[in-house]
């Protein structure tokens, strides 16, 4: 070691014992939780539409008929058979096909017996498990495992309950609502996901409890979503736990109003799977709760541990080299409210960009809490426990839990989506597309701006490709064929992707 750089560690570690020592000396801010003022901001119910904890399906006044569907049997004949009202049960027994539910009130339930399953396996060749487009739709008690793309996944469809439900090893998405306002997803258990195990995307008063998710790149992520719970949860040896971010690009710009609270998150250090590309890949090993762009989260009562780059992130878009800004979406992370957590044993191995943030504050060692970006309106209670980088503007929360607030779901239920035909094209380009496409930036497919660049004027050549794609880039996976959409929807999805404007 040469003299100069000596003299120079000398006077940082000086510093550095300077600045820690009179830190010492400040006695902290002990706020206690337990019976304090309790969070008033948050999703305001309507008297029409207080809140309630039970379910987000709306009580059925008259019980329609039911549909058994037996091995052998097709899920989808019973479905096509059903009217709104009816349940259809599947028995134990394997069941290769997807299921496309495109009518209200149905009921969708595997029948369990002796802990056998109603099985749905995509033989690792089919792309979807269930894909529902109506309202007030019940999805439990399946096993779901081996397909490509989505184990579950909603369009559009309004008050959903997915309960109950193994899913193992399918692909993209475990359970994938997207679009949906009033939604409840709870004890299910997935597993092994490429992208997110439980991916809530572009939808608003959501309930996520009482879930286990593992061994997939992201354990729960809420996207580009508003007034969502996410509680009691699960989420362990994932690439990263829990997530609340918005990713650019999208016709919905905001994710706002979230609730982390209660959740067992540990030891999520999986390596990361995800398709080159996407936004999850983006996600650094060892990851317990990211909040990325997004406003008012509260993070409270989770049991944080074992991660090797930090216990909680909050950042701005700038931190993930896999996004492309959107000028329309703000890349910070604004009123992030860290309430009493516990927190052990993070951050032991980090990566260079928080050690980056830490060396400017001269701290080493473990990290609990990073936040990497500016912040506005940020608060903390209890700062002390913690080890914390970046967080010298946050201050004091006025509120020291969140018992007020339930649930965000809608008694009653949020009103029935109605598609119109003018609507299919766009619903199905939300509903569908946009999880692999963005406008400017590549998510796990090319950018609809290079779509448009390929296919100006020639809608007909975009729809025989999604049929059957082939595959093309060398650093993209193949894109699943979309030829369970009829013939309308593709050539109107075809027309209002080519037309689609920033
Ligand atoms: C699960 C992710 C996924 C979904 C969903 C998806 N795509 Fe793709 N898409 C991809 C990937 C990945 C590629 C790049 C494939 C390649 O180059 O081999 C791609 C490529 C494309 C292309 C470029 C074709 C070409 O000639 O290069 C078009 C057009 C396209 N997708 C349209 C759509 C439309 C329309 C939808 C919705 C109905 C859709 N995609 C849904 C992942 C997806």
């Not at 569907?69 to 134990?92: F, H, L, N, Y």
């Not at 749905?120 to 269930?130: Q, S, V």
């Not at 736990?241 to 994710?255: D, Q, R, S």
């Not at 975009?462 to 030829?483: C, G, H, S, T």
Request: glycine share 10%; charged share 15%.
């Amino acid at each position: 070691m040469n003299n100069k750089f000596r003299i120079v560690l000398i006077i940082v570690i000086f510093a550095g014992g300077w600045i820690l020592g009179s830190n010492n000396n400040v006695a902290p801010t002990i706020t206690s939780s337990v019976g304090g003022a309790s969070y008033s901001g948050g999703y305001q119910a309507t008297d029409t539409d207080a809140k309630l904890t039970v379910g987000a399906v709306p009580l059925r006044e008259t019980q329609g008929n039911v549909h058994i569907v037996k091995p052998g049997d097709s899920i989808q004949a019973a479905v096509e058979a059903a009217q709104p009202g009816d349940t259809i049960q599947v028995m134990p027994g394997i069941y290769s096909e997807t299921v496309y539910i495109d009518k209200d009130d149905i009921h969708l339930v595997g029948v369990i017996q002796n802990g056998a399953r109603a099985t749905m396996d995509g033989l690792g060749k089919l792309n979807d498990a269930i894909l529902y487009s109506g309202n007030n739709i019940i999805i439990e008690n399946f096993r779901i495992t081996k397909y490509k793309g989505n184990g579950i996944m909603g369009q559009a469809g309004n008050n959903f309950e997915i309960r109950n439900n193994v899913i193992v090893d399918t692909g993209i998405y475990g359970i994938f609502p997207q679009l949906g306002t009033n939604g409840l997803i709870e004890h299910n258990v997935v597993s092994g996901i490429e992208d997110a195990a439980i991916y809530i995307g572009m939808s608003d008063n959501i309930h996520v409890a009482y879930n286990e998710v593992f061994d997939s790149v992201a354990g729960i992520e809420i996207e580009n979503s508003r007034h969502a719970i996410v509680e009691y949860n699960n989420a362990h040896h994932n690439t990263g736990g829990i997530l609340a971010f918005v990713t650019p690009g999208l016709p919905i710009k905001t994710t706002e109003d979230v609730i982390i609270r209660n959740n067992f998150v540990s030891d999520n250090n999986t390596p990361n799977f995800g398709a080159p590309g996407s936004i999850v890949s983006g996600i650094p090993a060892g990851t317990g709760i990211l909040v990325m762009a997004a406003d008012d989260v509260i993070i409270e009562g989770n049991i944080i541990s074992n991660h090797k780059t930090a216990g909680i992130i909050i950042n701005d878009h700038s931190f993930a080299t896999t996004i492309t800004m959107d000028i329309e979406s703000d890349p910070n992370s604004d009123r992030t409210m860290i309430l009493d957590n516990v927190m052990l044993n993070n951050g032991y191995d980090t990566i260079p960009e928080v050690m980056a943030v830490a060396l400017t504050e001269l701290h080493t060692g473990l990290v609990d809490i990073v936040h990497v970006g500016p912040s506005n309106g940020s608060c903390i209670i209890n700062r002390h426990r913690y080890r914390t980088v970046g967080i010298g503007s946050y201050g004091e929360c006025d509120f020291t839990n969140t018992d007020s607030i339930d649930s965000y779901l809608l008694a009653g239920g949020a009103e029935p989506r109605v598609i119109h035909p003018s609507e299919r094209g766009e619903i199905a380009y939300l509903g569908v597309c946009s999880g692999c496409h963005s406008y400017t930036g590549r998510l796990i497919g090319p950018s609809v701006e290079v779509i448009q660049a390929m296919y100006a004027g020639n809608p007909e050549g975009l729809v025989e490709y999604i049929n059957a794609p082939i595959k093309k880039r060398d650093n993209f996976p193949p894109m699943p064929a979309q030829n369970y959409l009829d013939a309308e929807t593709q050539m109107a999805v075809a027309t209002y992707m080519l037309a689609l404007e920033k």
